[in-house]
């Protein structure tokens, strides 16, 4: 079997005399096809789409369930209110870093908010098993990210990549976000911790984060707009440079025995892995991957031409999309059934106490304590 890969049809053809005039426009048309063939080289596992695609579904589903939920504890009456999804306690990552610290002081977890804290306990186990597949997997904004990205591949035949000293400032950025909160949150004494998450703000955090996006005002859809675009020109921005969660994430996965290993026996040096890899990682000079910003997407697995050069799994054990894939929905379901079983999933605020806070959430007393 030939091992072998031409790169060469990666490159344009060399235009001998001097680029003006036709010369030029034949060197320009050369430029975007080589653009063009770069970008079609960058491919993703079926599998990984599939489990992107379910989360991306169950998370809009809890959100229109609980969009739901908060209009009819807006009407008046006492009727019963219609079920409330936990799951959206998923975007409310800093209720669930509180909470688990809350839970180490007092050795309970607090009923307000327990499927944040329980779901950031879901990732963490994750991210420790497969790295960081809450980012390249599961999360719905990565699944966004990486569709503008293809969007921007698309268009333009390329994603941009940022000057490495900047690159590097930024990608600085989230550790410092996450520092900050971590540093905010181990500042407050025990009670002053547990007093935040029973406050009135944080009773609904969850409503007021709904009602930004439904009211979104100029400066925050400007905002989003500019980081769509920006994830359109550069693959991963908000990810790789400001989201504290996958900070968070990676952390842990730094401790993950499963890493892209690559055979140096059999690879070409071609260098398409390292074209592909949305972390931006020396996938091609290095016997294995063990960065922090490793997202365990095995996007380099898939778009390299040499079977066998590139693997993602453990020593001696290649581990398949489709392992990959049962393992991510077994260990996400076992959190998820172990969290139901010992009732640690659904809040215990009433009907009577959702209607009466969110009726008020907009006024002064349900303001930021930290104000």
């Given at each position: 079997m030939n091992n072998t890969f031409d790169v060469d049809r990666l490159k344009p053809p060399v235009i001998k005399h001097k680029a003006t005039g036709k010369g030029q426009l034949f060197r320009r048309y050369f430029d975007r096809r080589r653009q063009t063939l770069r970008a079609g080289i960058h491919r993703t596992s079926l599998w990984r789409i599939g489990v992107q695609s379910f989360f991306t579904l169950?998370?809009?589903?809890?959100?229109?369930?609980?969009?739901?939920?908060?209009?009819?504890?807006?009407?008046?009456?006492?009727?019963?209110?219609?079920?409330?999804?936990?799951?959206?306690?998923?975007?409310?990552?800093?209720?669930?870093?509180?909470?688990?610290?809350?839970?180490?002081?007092?050795?309970?977890?607090?009923?307000i908010h327990p499927a944040a804290t329980m779901l950031l306990l879901i990732f963490i186990a994750i991210s420790l098993v497969l790295r960081k597949a809450f980012c390249g997997w599961i999360c719905p904004v990565g699944f966004i990210s990486d569709n503008l990205a293809r969007l921007g591949r698309a268009i333009l035949g390329r994603n941009f990549r940022i000057w490495k000293g900047a690159d590097i400032a930024l990608r600085s950025l989230k550790y410092l976000i996450l520092a900050f909160f971590i540093w905010a949150i181990y500042a407050m004494p025990p009670m002053a911790l547990r007093a935040f998450i029973e406050s009135p703000y944080n009773k609904v955090a969850d409503a007021k984060m709904l009602m930004f996006f439904?009211?979104?005002?100029?400066?925050?859809?400007?905002?989003?707009?500019?980081?769509?675009?920006?994830?359109?020109?550069?693959?991963?921005?908000?990810?790789?440079?400001?989201?504290?969660?996958?900070?968070?994430?990676?952390?842990?996965?730094?401790?993950?025995?499963?890493?892209?290993?690559?055979?140096?026996?059999?690879?070409?040096?071609?260098?398409?892995?390292?074209?592909?890899?949305?972390?931006?990682?020396?996938?091609?000079?290095?016997?294995?991957?063990?960065?922090?910003?490793?997202?365990?997407?095995?996007?380099?697995?898939?778009?390299?031409?040499?079977?066998?050069?590139?693997?993602?799994?453990?020593?001696?054990?290649?581990?398949?999309?489709?392992?990959?894939?049962?393992?991510?929905l077994i260990l996400f379901a076992t959190g998820w059934g172990l969290a139901q079983l010992t009732g640690t999933w659904q809040s215990h605020l009433s009907d009577s106490e959702y209607r009466y806070h969110i009726e008020r959430m907009d006024s002064d007393d349900y303001g930021h304590p930290g104000r």
């Open positions: 169950v998370s809009l589903w809890s959100g229109w369930r609980f969009a739901q939920f908060v209009k009819a504890a807006q009407l008046p009456g006492d009727a019963p209110l219609p079920p409330r999804p936990p799951s959206v306690e998923g975007y409310l990552p800093i209720s669930g870093l509180m909470g688990l610290v809350d839970w180490f002081y007092h050795g309970s977890l607090n009923v439904v009211n979104i005002g100029m400066t925050g859809a400007v905002v989003i707009g500019l980081l769509i675009l920006l994830s359109i020109l550069v693959q991963g921005f908000w990810c790789r440079y400001l989201c504290p969660y996958g900070a968070l994430m990676g952390l842990f996965s730094w401790a993950s025995p499963v890493k892209v290993r690559r055979a140096p026996d059999i690879c070409t040096d071609c260098g398409i892995c390292d074209q592909v890899c949305p972390s931006r990682l020396p996938v091609m000079t290095k016997p294995q991957i063990s960065s922090v910003e490793c997202l365990g997407c095995g996007d380099c697995v898939v778009s390299c031409p040499v079977k066998g050069a590139l693997m993602i799994g453990i020593p001696e054990q290649k581990f398949s999309f489709r392992r990959m894939t049962a393992l991510i």
